[in-house]
């Protein structure tokens, strides 16, 4: 019996002490930060999965092996391991804060009225996917619903406008930001598909006939340059109901930030979306540079960038790094715990 009783103690010793690993693991400490981001640093670091974009020439020349990781949590804190110095263009990135900018501009139902809030199913450049609906059904954040959306910034001129999208975008990052003019260059030199995009778009009446002054502005907000860092910031901002944990300024109005999240949960990583949120809850975005921004609301907003894709155009070791984190740290906004 004695012997009953000890094994049953020691039981509910291990038990104990488990829950408490694994309540300390889930646990926002400075300590646990610290160590999910080494670790996912480390196991991934020689990870050799995934190719550069190169239908874009000049993203072909990156330097594949840059692999940086930043969380800031929702009251400003800067944890990062890896490269962050090292800018890459922001990409499809960008679409989430022109979205923001937009949704500032003319509140949350002229998006959706425009193209839609739905995950398209294809690849984010899919010319098949507009066709279906005649430019409804889609998204902010596939390039015909971001093209749209650039499109609907206002302004008397490109200048104007240019000038709008990007103090978003500094006051997002907290720091003025440049564009990687040899990233533009490139882009607008072989962009024609989007220019297609947008000409179908204007076609079925989700932009008016400035259409090509609209891609170009586009493919300029797609060619700012970040670092981890930077995006880490972005995302942490969404992740602070629109106010800029660090600077403290509020960029976009928090009563959006649940849309905004929102058309990320759905299409933020295009074709595999559903597969992303599966697994992480996690609203995110990623663009063809190598950047992933991914968004826990209330806690912390994370970004890695590592330059090799996968066949959706998603940063490998991006969506793996990302989904240890926020899985150590608890990040995953349907996981609560019982009353
Ligand atoms: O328009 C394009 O094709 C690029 N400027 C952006 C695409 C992109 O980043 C898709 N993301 N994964």
Redesign the pocket.
Known sequence: MRQVLLNCKAWVFCCAVMVAGFTQAAEMTKANIKQALADAYKKYRHLDEGKNAD??PALAKVDSGIYGIALVTADGKVYTEGDVKSEVSI???SKVFTMALVIDQDGTDELLHNMGADATGQV??SIVAIEQYQGSEMNPLV?AGAIATTGLVDGKDYDEIWGKIASEYNEFAGRELTVMEDVYQS?AAT?QR?QAIASLMHAYGHIDENFLRATDI??RQ?SVGVNAKDLGLMAATLANAGKNPVTQKQVTSAENVPEILAVMATAGL?DDAGKWLYKTGLPAK????GGIIAVSPGKFGIAVISPP?DAA??SVRAQKAIADISSALGGNPYQVSAH
């Open positions: 239908y874009i990409q499809s990135i984010f450049n390039n882009e962009n989007n586009y493919t797609c295009y990623s663009g063809v540079g894709l155009g998603n």
